[in-house]
Structures are given as C-alpha cells and as structure tokens.
C-alpha cells in the first residue's frame, strides 16, 4: 500500500456535479492540492470544475452588463422623444417611436406616438393610438399624470 494520501474527487466537490457553483478560489486550492498529491484525474477534474466556473461568472457578467447597456439606451431614447417633443420636432420623435415600437409593444411608446400624432393634427390615427394606450392602462391608477395627460388628449380628439 502507498502512504501517499489520495484525494477522492467527490469528498472534495470537484465532480462534475458538484462542481457547478464552488467558488474560484476553492476550485484553485483543489488543483495545487492535486499537484501534491501527483493524481492527473484529480487535477483535470478540479481544472475543470474551476474553468467551469469562470465561464459562468464571465457569461453572468456579460448578461448584467448588455441588461445595463438596454436599460440605460432606453432611458436615454425616452429623453430624446421627450426632448423631441417639446422641441415640436415631431417627425423626429414619430420615427424613433416606430422604431421602438416595431421592435417590441410598449403602452407608453403608443401613448407617446399618439402624443405626437395629436400635435401634427393626425385625429384619426391619436385617438387609435390613444386608446390603445388607454386599453393598456386599462387597470392604472387614475391619478397618474399619464393617464390624466390621455384623458385630456382622448377628448380633444373627439
């Protein structure tokens, strides 16, 4: 028998199974452990499991920071088409809101394109836009500015 000690893959939480969420600096420890021990399956195995885990960590990240790029371009685009708005630059605004709103259904970017449909004297396609908007909000709170702002626009559509 050897007196070398030998390290059983399972006790040490480098399986393939246990291995999904060990942190880094455990599954390193596992890999110089391994070295001592000069036990190739044991270090491929904790090799792996550490790899495993930095792939992870990188894709976790990368997903955190596109979220952060989409939610900071549409706060962004949001003070534009107000800006735009204001500005009475209405052509503007109607592009990026059909833009925004071919790329996915938003209330406020309907309630918004009604806005602007309202103010370049469009009745007939505000007041449909504005009542989808106000399908939409059809549970908000009646207080809202926002739907205060579609009541008032509704009516003078009418």
């Avoid at 708005?85 to 709103?101: T, Y």
Wanted: aromatic content about 6%; overall charge positive.
């Amino acid at each position: 028998m050897s007196s070398r000690p030998t390290i059983c893959s399972q006790s040490w939480g480098v399986g393939r199974r246990r291995t999904e969420g060990i942190p880094i600096q455990i599954g390193l420890r596992a890999i110089e452990l391994a070295r001592r021990v000069d036990d190739p399956n044991v270090e491929v195995a904790a090799s792996y499991a550490t790899a495993r885990t930095l792939a992870s960590r990188r894709e976790q990240h990368r997903g955190n920071m596109l979220l952060n790029l989409h939610a900071q371009r549409e706060v962004f685009e949001d003070t534009m088409l107000e800006a735009y708005i204001r500005a009475e630059q209405f052509e503007r605004a109607e592009d990026l809101l059909r833009q925004r709103l071919g790329q996915r259904k938003s209330v406020r970017d309907t309630f918004w394109l009604g806005r602007v449909q309202s103010s370049k004297d469009q009745g007939a396609e505000a007041k449909g836009s504005l009542n989808d908007a106000k399908k939409g909000w059809q549970d908000g709170n009646v207080d809202a500015p926002e739907l205060v702002n579609l009541k008032h626009l509704l009516s003078a559509t009418e």
